[in-house]
């Protein structure tokens, strides 16, 4: 397939906030060059950013360096020595890379030759987590084999949706998300040889959340018809919320830039692509290797207004009220994971994460097709996009479309396959629509 | 035959080839049977309340074919299976599940579960990966939640003293199960690998004073009996779910004796014992959350120290496997894996390493779940065997 001409018009303030990333990474290995403390994290979702930010701790994120790696060409030699030394080859994508890369690093006795962006220096420590997939601790567990770096865990409950609306299930919740914190606050001090600046932490929280309100404001613009923001930019700029990529107060402007620049694109009626013809909801991660493919589908008048759940920031709630920034952090956070159950409940839905949001963006975002990218790697991103695809016709009436592929290796993605299949599902998308019509929903 | 005219591993056989024909009849005279996925829900619990637990397995045998439209084929293969047995209509027989977060597919599962098999009741025990104190004490406050959950159900309080009494009846079972075990550990062992399972999945199959009563009589049967396994390679398995006697089978015809295992059927589930003294639920919580070794929670060397030394750090993760190496005189481990079980996959590589520092060769074996794959393993083991000397 010939890559075609970049349809999907790109928003000038995306820029610096990707570039957040590339300066996220030669941060650390400043650090690492200074003696300062770095981390290799998981995307742990605001459970213990902001408390290495605090601490002044350089934070990378392995999972954000496969996607760098896919990018740059040079995942394959990372996967193929993971395999090499018997790790199975249908664990995560990311992880084989991260695995791979730490082998060679410990072979060579430094940042691998090659490694894109700088590399990654060696961590003094890991922030593992236990939100989502087994993978985020998982991986970093088994890394014990090329590092001596001290693992940490940042445990979050999942509760089930009926389960969490018990009458002192909040307050458990949350008293055990507090208590988890103070924990790993005192494993920093630790670590460290430092104290907590509690009130420095008390300002990137607020900063924090202040920045992801924005960011929540951006993508409420995106309900819009036709749609200013494609997926291909919210993914841009994902990282700067998601990894507190750069200084929260900072990236808070940067959001803002976005926002004014959206909201004149909405007053002018100018749209991320031209001609929108299909607002579709993209399921979950993209394929980082050829992201150029979303132009070939633009092309048709296909926009993605609205992806995962798992990357947008939480619905904004107030928690000025609460003057420990650990139960802020805890808060917030939980927020993010259960700020759908109340409405999954009401609508008798049992996945409220991963599952229940997606009925709720397919309505408000008004989509007229579900685009999965399964990933034959990633349970996470994978196990209920079937469900999904499920709900979504019994409630919405709304059709879906599977592309396989994944995340790093790009021999497992077939992009002709998919644009074969596009005919029959606008087919699909335009008869689906009239059914809709017809059962009385709105768009 | 029925089973009732049946006594010891012949009672075990029958059970296994029907497992549900006691709890269907135990049905008719008015039980209520509570279907549970994995180790985590509390067994104890349920009991506690007259309900029967029944531990929902898979098949290898039967082909998937109606989980195809609700789970991906790139997630366990087991977990597919069993909502492929329950999509069938063959847990049509249960009141209800329980179902709790060993790994992130089974948790997911358990929501999927409740919407396609509507069960009349049902409750979702969460489970964290950590064992620090608040996890202990948040998981204490699920179990409560449960417990509740099950007032409501059935319309009847919860008796700590009967939670403790079935306390009891399960810390009995386990004391009897590792009696069995320690059959296992003469050369010969007097009793097989696949003798074993047939044993537990049928205590995992009726009420727990009748599977203690079956136990004692397996375990006095095969003290007298002649006629036990003959001497073969000394082998433990490692791994993933195991819930059909058709892997070990296959190791056990090549010569080899399966004399110790660390799966979710085997002592895994069964070897921990709830402490007895103090508040019931705290100990439970304990005893489910840090004494069961299962690679899905996390334990972890160095948080003291600030650096992480591995050989000290598989020491603490493994030990135990070390501990079962030496008394049940360990000559090679079989590690299993099904595929996309992400939670073992990541463990093998580790083990293995912990495995060699011992001086113990082992052998790395994926699966997809299903009777018809096995052959391959088949000659990959036998190759094992081989270097091992046998
Ligand atoms: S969510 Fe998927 S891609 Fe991300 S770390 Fe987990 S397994 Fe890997
Ligand atoms: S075999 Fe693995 S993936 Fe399957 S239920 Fe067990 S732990 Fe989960």
């Known amino acids: ?443 | 035959m029925s089973e009732h005219n049946l006594k010891g591993i012949a009672k075990a056989q029958k059970i296994y080839s029907d497992r549900s024909q006691r709890v269907k009849e135990l049905k008719v005279a008015g039980a209520q049977i509570l279907g549970y996925m994995c180790i985590y829900p509390v067994v104890e619990i349920i009991s506690s309340f007259d309900l029967v637990p029944y531990r929902i397995f898979g098949s290898i045998e039967e082909p998937i074919t109606k989980a195809d439209n609700c789970l991906p084929t790139c997630v366990c293969p087991f977990l597919r299976s069993a909502l492929d047995l329950g999509l069938k209509g063959k847990y049509d027989f249960l009141d209800g599940v329980v179902m709790a977060h060993p790994c992130e597919v089974a948790e997911k599962l358990a929501h999927i579960w409740r919407t396609y098999m509507d069960p009349v009741y049902s409750f979702y025990i969460d489970t964290p990966h950590a064992t620090r104190e608040a996890a202990i004490e948040y998981h204490k406050e699920s179990l409560k939640d449960f417990q509740k959950s099950l007032e409501v159900f059935l319309g009847k309080g919860a008796s700590s003293e009967k939670l403790k009494k079935t306390i009891e009846d399960y810390n009995e079972q386990r004391a009897l199960v590792r009696e069995l075990y320690d059959l296992k550990k003469p050369d010969p062992p007097l009793i097989s690998g696949v003798e074993t399972i047939e044993v537990l999945e049928s205590l995992m199959s009726i009420p727990v004073k009748e599977g203690n009563e079956l136990i004692r009589d397996v375990i006095e049967e095969i003290k007298e009996r002649r006629g036990g396994p003959a001497k073969g390679a000394r082998v433990l398995i490692w791994g993933s779910i195991i819930d059909s006697i058709a892997v070990v089978k296959l190791i056990e015809d090549l010569g080899a004796n399966v004399v110790m295992d660390d799966t979710c059927v085997g002592s895994r589930f069964f070897f921990p014992d709830v402490e007895t003294t103090g508040d019931p639920l705290d100990k439970l919580a304990r005893r489910y959350l840090v004494d069961l070794k299962c690679p899905r929670t996390f334990i972890e060397s160095g948080i003291e120290a600030g650096k992480k030394d591995y050989a000290e750090d598989l020491a603490l993760r493994f030990g135990y496997l070390g501990d079962y190496v030496k008394q049940w005189n360990i000559k090679g481990v079989v590690l299993y894996a099904l595929r996309f079980c992400d939670t073992h996959a990541y463990e093998v590589v580790s083990v293995k390493d912990y495995l060699s520092s011992l001086g113990i060769p082992s052998i790395y074996l994926e699966h997809d779940y299903s009777a018809t794959s096995l052959s391959p393993l088949k000659t990959r083991v036998q190759a094992f065997l081989e270097t091992l000397g046998y």
Not at chain 1, 307 to 315: D, K, L
Not at chain 1, 354 to 367: A, M, Q, R, S, T
């Open chain 1, 1 to 443: 397939m010939a890559e075609k001409k970049k349809v999907i018009k790109r928003l000038k303030t995306m820029y610096p906030l990707r570039g957040l990333v590339d300066k996220m990474f030669e941060k650390a290995v400043e650090y690492s060059h200074e003696g300062k403390p770095v981390a290799w994290c998981m995307v742990n979702w605001w459970g213990g950013d902001s408390l290495l930010r605090a601490m002044d701790v350089a934070c990378i994120y392995p999972e954000d360096y496969g996607a760098v790696c896919a990018a740059a060409g040079v995942a394959q030699t990372y996967l193929e020595r993971c395999n090499s030394d018997g790790f199975p080859d249908h664990i995560c994508g990311y992880a084989r890379n991260c695995l791979g890369y730490a082998s060679l690093m410990k072979a060579q006795g430094g940042i691998p030759a090659g490694a894109p962006m700088g590399g990654m220096p060696k961590p003094s420590l890991l922030v593992g987590s236990g939100y989502f997939c087994d993978t985020r601790f998982k991986w970093f567990q088994a890394l014990g084999r090329y590092m001596d770096a001290p693992l940490w865990l940042l445990e979050m409950p999942h509760p089930g949706v009926p389960e969490s609306l018990g009458k002192d299930s909040e307050k458990y919740i949350i008293r055990f998300m507090v208590e988890e914190l103070k924990k790993f606050v005192a494993f920093l001090e630790r670590s460290l040889g430092k104290k907590m600046d509690w009130d420095r932490l008390d300002e990137i929280v607020s900063d924090t959340i202040e920045m992801n309100r924005v960011w929540w404001e951006v993508n409420e613009l995106r309900k819009v018809k036709p749609c200013p923001v494609h997926s291909r930019d919210f993914w841009s700029c994902m990282p700067a919320a998601l990894y507190q990529a750069g200084d929260p107060k900072e990236t808070t402007i940067l959001y803002k830039n976005m926002y004014d620049e959206v909201k004149g694109m909405i007053d002018r009626g100018e749209a991320a692509v031209p001609n929108e013809k299909f607002r579709l909801a993209f399921a979950e991660l993209p394929p980082w290797h050829s992201l150029g493919f979303f132009d070939n589908l633009a092309e048709r008048g296909w926009n993605c207004v609205v992806e995962s759940w798992a990357y947008h920031p939480p619905q904004f709630i107030d928690l000025s009220q609460y003057k420990d920034p650990l139960e802020r952090v805890a808060r917030h956070t939980f927020q993010y994971f259960a700020g759908f159950f109340k409405h999954a409940h009401e609508a008798g839905e049992e996945l409220g994460y991963f599952g229940y949001p997606y009925i709720e963006y397919v309505k408000n975002y008004k989509c007229d097709g579900f685009l999965a990218h399964p990933l034959l790697t990633c349970r996470t991103a994978t196990n209920h996009l079937m469900y999904v695809q499920d709900r979504l016709m019994q409630k919405l009436k709304v059709p879906s479309l599977f592309m396989e592929g994944d995340i790093i290796d790009y021999t497992l993605f077939n992009p002709d396959e998919v644009l074969r299949k596009a005919d029959a599902f606008e087919e699909a998308m335009l008869h689906y629509r009239d059914v809709r019509k017809k059962e009385g929903l709105d768009w």
